[in-house]
């Protein structure tokens, strides 16, 4: 009877172990599982200030392309305006 005591204790304290080692597979799927919901919304949250930041890009492009074409429209302005200006006494002589 001591026997069957000692072997019904130790499947005691294996089924403890057993226990103590599925709760801790259970907490770090638990664990892991966080951690993706964490890099995941930390993904979406790169990926959507890439785009504003995109965007933000293409609008400066998009300003820079447009002062380019009122500096050319403005050089044609003065130089319009140069050729004018000496074109004048030439028609004040006739």
Not at 11 to 27: E, F, N, P, R, T
Not at 75 to 90: F, H, I, L, Q, T
Request: aromatic share 6%.
């Amino acid at each position: 009877m001591a026997d069957l005591t000692e072997k019904l204790s130790v499947l005691d304290k294996m089924s403890d172990s057993i226990m103590k080692i599925v709760q801790a597979g259970k907490s770090m799927a638990e664990q892991f599982e966080r951690t993706g919901n964490t890099v995941g919304t930390a993904f979406d949250y790169i990926c959507g200030t890439a785009a504003v930041a995109s965007s933000k890009v293409d609008g400066f492009a998009a300003s820079t392309e447009s002062l380019r074409g009122a500096a050319a429209a403005i050089e044609k302005a003065s130089v319009s305006a140069a050729m004018r200006r000496r074109s004048w006494p030439e028609i004040r002589m006739l």
